[in-house]
């Protein structure tokens, strides 16, 4: 059973470029969360998608957007990033969207703009 | 809105103590709870998940514990290594939603000496 892969490994951008980062889910899961977790802090829920469609979303502005494919696969992109955007970014699977089912985490995408 | 506490920020014990992590949270109405483990720059292994309905989880050296009415979990280590350095995570899941949002405290470094 393959685990949560998550691409790229490392990243760095310049403060008003866009980025993409990709998430595999863990087999037979449908749902993917993407975290943000900035130096020193707890990962901060950005949004959820289920089945190809945004489930659920955080505190974050709508430059922050996300794809789902249907091999359930899926992309975080961010537009105009800030410095504040430098950020570890952790995506998790689950067999489900509610809060009963439990969320695998990837090894992140570290992102530093500059 | 949602908060989570870890008390201490940071911990350093000889090798071979018993410690124990402390997390608070606000909402009464918690769904479950998780333990985490995050080694320097890598993503999240989960230890324990108590669900709402329980007390307790072990996991080997490793015991959570869940009380719902003062909004307070702890993770006891047993005979800690110096293989457990590393930063300790929990994280909420108030439920509520159609989507699991976990909800993290900022951590708690634990640094086990030698």
């Known amino acids: 059973e393959t685990g949560v892969t998550q691409s790229p490994t490392h990243l760095i951008k310049t403060r008003g470029q866009q980025v993409t980062l990709r998430c595999s889910s863990q087999?037979?899961?449908?749902?993917v969360s993407w975290y943000q977790q900035a130096l020193g802090q707890g990962p901060q829920f950005i949004f959820q998608?289920?089945?190809?469609?945004?489930?659920g979303r955080g505190n974050f502005p709508p430059r922050f957007s996300g794809l789902q494919f249907p091999n359930y696969s899926s992309e975080l992109n961010v537009n105009a990033l800030e410095l504040d955007d430098s950020a570890l970014y952790l995506c998790?699977?689950?067999?489900?969207?509610?809060?009963?089912?439990?969320?695998?985490f990837g090894p992140g995408t570290r992102l530093t703009v500059t | 809105k949602q908060e989570v506490t870890q008390i201490p920020a940071a911990l350093s014990v000889p090798e071979g103590e018993n410690l124990v992590l402390n997390c608070s949270f606000t909402?009464?109405?918690?769904?479950?709870l998780q333990w985490f483990r995050q080694d320097p720059g890598k993503g999240l292994t989960s230890l324990l998940l108590?669900?709402?309905?329980?007390r307790e989880q072990t996991s080997g050296r490793l015991n959570a514990s869940l009380d719902k009415s003062s909004g307070r979990s702890t993770l006891y280590i047993a005979a800690s290594q110096p293989g457990d350095s590393a930063t300790y995570l929990c994280?909420?899941?108030?439920?509520?939603?159609?989507?699991?949002?976990?909800?993290f405290g900022q951590g708690t470094i634990l640094t086990v000496h030698p």
């Open positions: 994280a909420e899941n108030a439920g509520g939603t159609s989507y699991g949002k976990l909800t």
């Open positions: 087999s037979g899961h449908n749902t």
């Open positions: 108590i669900q709402s309905s329980q």
């Open positions: 998790a699977s689950s067999s489900g969207r509610g809060p009963g089912y439990e969320q695998y």
């Open positions: 909402d009464s109405a918690i769904y479950n």
């Open positions: 998608y289920y089945r190809e469609e945004e489930n």
